[in-house]
Antibody
Framework: QVQLQQSGAELVKPGSSVKISCKAS????????MHWIKQQPGNGLEWIGW????????KYNQKFNGKATLTADKSSSTAYMQLSSLTSEDSAVYFC???????WGQGTLVTVSS | NIVLTQSPASLAVILGQKATISCTAS??????????MHWYQQKPGQLPKILIY???SRAPGIPARFSGDEAELNFTLTIEPVEADDVATYYC?????????FGAGTKLELK
């Protein structure tokens, strides 16, 4: 069965960067785009962007240009999202989700605090 | 960007009755005759789960109590009859153009 396993919670300092992973299993990783979604505490869902692991193509929500960088490692079937220059506004749960959002990772909580 | 306006923000329904959630799109989400509008359920502390895709198609395992409809740019998620397990926040999402966008959510509670 399709599974997306995300890395654990992160506590990071303002101004630093963090890299979250999403390991896929149960399907051909290179055949489906992987999306990333942000959810701040008590708030709704915000689409960050997607990557197509087959060729590395990416598409970003303009709001996250310069903030998020999406990559994928075909050898380990793992998608990554790096967030840079972190501020308190980046504190949120981040989800990976496969194409059409039928499958989601369990979410990774990122807390930005000094 | 396509803006999705959901209403109401919260909704209290009696067990066994009907819940109706609306989502109005700022422009068409139609591609080749299919409205790329999807609905999700998110229970507290859990990840979102897809309920309805492409306006009215139920995702695998989703009971017939959940249905989707459309009139012009107004999309509707109906839950009838409401069960206790349906307490959650519901989101609409358009899949036509980037950036993909979500509605702000509707919190369903029991009266």
């Amino acid at each position: 069965q399709v599974q997306l396993q995300q890395s654990g919670a992160e506590l990071v300092k303002p101004g630093s960067s963090v890299k979250i992973s999403c390991k896929a299993s149960g399907y051909t990783f290179t055949s489906y785009d992987m999306h990333w979604i942000k959810q701040q505490p008590g708030n709704g869902l915000e689409w960050i962007g997607w990557i197509y692991p087959g060729n590395g193509n990416t598409k970003y929500n303009q709001k996250f240009n310069g903030k998020a960088t999406l990559t994928a490692d075909k050898s380990s079937s793992t998608a990554y999202m790096q967030l840079s220059s972190l501020t308190s506004e980046d504190s949120a749960v981040y989800f990976c989700a496969r194409r059409q959002f039928a499958y989601w990772g369990q979410g990774t909580l990122v807390t930005v605090s000094s | 960007n396509i803006v999705l306006t959901q209403s109401p923000a919260s909704l209290a329904v009696i067990l066994g009755q009907k819940a109706t959630i609306s989502c109005t799109a700022s422009e068409s989400v139609n591609k080749f005759g299919i409205n790329l509008m999807h609905w999700y359920q998110q229970k507290p502390g859990q990840l979102p789960k897809i309920l309805i895709y492409n306006e009215f198609s139920r995702a695998p395992g989703i009971p017939a109590r959940f249905s989707g409809d459309e009139a012009e740019l107004n999309f509707t998620l109906t839950i009838e009859p409401v069960e206790a397990d349906d307490v959650a926040t519901y989101y609409c999402q358009q899949g036509l153009t980037f950036p993909l966008t979500f509605g702000a959510g509707t919190k369903l509670e029991l009266k």
